[in-house]
């Protein structure tokens, strides 16, 4: 018997165990799958960035409401020539994804913002996208939800829109009532921005 094995003693650990090369090979930086989808999540992230870039929205275009939170046109557009794109941080999109907006299965964060503007800082960031409101009235509805070349989602004017119209999308009871067509248009005014804060119809 080996005289090393008399000073052996009982021990309730669990031996240690090397784990198998090619498994190991599997899950390296270099080949793992989170590593992909991070580095596939930034390349997403860029392209949200550069849609702004490229085609920016600029406080010429639009005006931010408070009391309600809101968003306005401050000049006239053509129908299908204002388009407001989503920006945010990028996550992995869970199972359940109802209510999110996403771009090629990642959920799209909103960056954080005032709704009190005057607390607004350099930690805040205004994306237009965010402030367009759902209605379940057709004829206040001027933008519709669609998606970018890119994956990004962005609402664009379904119609002509005029200077200090609000710009609202559809809310999901009402995209429901048109896809069964149960609504039809109503003969009312576009909801309009009242002294430039509060709304009216």
Same mark, same amino acid.
């Given at each position: 018997?080996?005289?090393? /094995?008399?000073?052996?003693?009982?021990?309730?650990?669990?031996?240690? @165990? !090397?784990?198998?090369?090619?498994? !190991?090979?599997?899950?390296?930086?270099?080949?793992?799958?989170?590593?992909?989808?991070?580095?596939?999540?930034?390349?997403?992230?860029?392209?949200?960035?550069?849609?702004?870039?490229?085609?920016?929205?600029?406080?010429?275009?639009?005006?931010? /409401?408070?009391?309600?939170?809101?968003? #306005?046109?401050?000049?006239?557009?053509?129908?299908?020539?204002?388009? /407001?794109?989503? #920006?945010?941080?990028?996550? /992995?999109?869970?199972?359940?994804?109802?209510?999110?907006?996403?771009?090629?299965?990642?959920?799209?964060?909103?960056?954080?913002?005032?709704?009190?503007?005057?607390?607004?800082?350099?930690?805040?960031?205004?994306?237009?996208?965010?402030?367009?409101?759902?209605?379940?009235?057709?004829? !206040? @509805?001027?933008?519709?939800?669609?998606?970018?070349?890119?994956?990004?989602?962005?609402?664009?004017?379904?119609?002509? @829109?005029?200077?200090?119209?609000?710009?609202?999308?559809?809310?999901?009871?009402?995209?429901?009532?048109?896809?069964?067509?149960?609504?039809?248009?109503?003969?009312?005014? !576009?909801?309009?921005?009242?002294?430039?804060?509060?709304?009216?119809?």
């Amino acid at each position: 018997m080996d005289e090393k /094995l008399k000073d052996w003693k009982k021990t309730k650990r669990e031996p240690a @165990v !090397a784990l198998d090369k090619a498994i !190991a090979e599997k899950y390296l930086v270099q080949s793992s799958k989170v590593s992909a989808d991070m580095l596939q999540m930034a390349q997403y992230q860029l392209k949200l960035h550069e849609e702004h870039q490229n085609n920016p929205v600029t406080a010429e275009d639009i005006g931010f /409401l408070q009391n309600p939170t809101g968003i #306005f046109a401050r000049k006239k557009f053509a129908a299908g020539k204002l388009s /407001l794109v989503a #920006f945010g941080s990028l996550a /992995l999109a869970k199972d359940n994804t109802k209510g999110v907006h996403l771009m090629h299965g990642f959920t799209i964060q909103p960056p954080k913002t005032a709704i009190d503007f005057s607390k607004l800082d350099d930690k805040c960031m205004l994306c237009p996208f965010w402030f367009v409101k759902n209605t379940g009235e057709q004829d !206040a @509805v001027n933008m519709v939800l669609k998606a970018k070349a890119s994956g990004a989602p962005c609402y664009v004017n379904s119609k002509v @829109v005029l200077p200090g119209e609000l710009l609202l999308a559809a809310n999901e009871t009402l995209l429901k009532k048109v896809a069964a067509g149960g609504v039809e248009p109503a003969a009312k005014p !576009a909801a309009k921005v009242d002294s430039g804060t509060k709304w009216k119809r």
